[in-house]
Nanobody
Framework: QVQLVESGGGLVQAGGSLRLSCAAS????????MGWFRQAPGKEREFVAA????????YYTDSVKGRFTISRDNAKNTVYLQMNSLKPEDTAVYSC????????????????WGQGTQVTVSS
């Protein structure tokens, strides 16, 4: 059974940092792209960042460029999201996703999803 399990969320003050992890099990994703999405209350799930299979290419939504960094460790079957200079508008449930069939930017392209981890940024 394939599972993606996120961790590392929590409550942080504006300007602070968090590092999210997404550990995969049940199969290897070393040849698959992976991504992070977020959903704030009352809003649609939106793309945050993605990374190709070997980490050579990364993609970010404009609002997090320069603040967030996506990376992966294929030996650990894990993808990370380092979030710096956090803002209250970054508050959301962050979910990782794997194996996009098409554009990295579209949530419907991804086959596998984690349950999500809450990130709350206080002002």
């Amino acid at each position: 059974q394939v599972q993606l399990v996120e961790s590392g969320g929590g409550l942080v003050q504006a300007g602070g940092s968090l590092r999210l992890s997404c550990a995969a099990s049940g199969r290897t994703f070393s040849r698959d792209g992976m991504g992070w999405f977020r959903q704030a209350p009352g809003k649609e799930r939106e793309f945050v960042a993605a990374i190709n299979w070997n980490g050579a290419n990364t993609y970010y939504t404009d609002s997090v460029k320069g603040r967030f960094t996506i990376s992966r460790d294929n030996a650990k079957n894990t993808v990370y999201l380092q979030m710096n200079s956090l803002k209250p508008e970054d508050t959301a449930v962050y979910s990782c996703a794997a194996s996009p069939r098409g554009s990295y930017y579209y949530k419907d392209a991804y086959v596998y999803w984690g349950q999500g981890t809450q990130v709350t940024v206080s002002s």
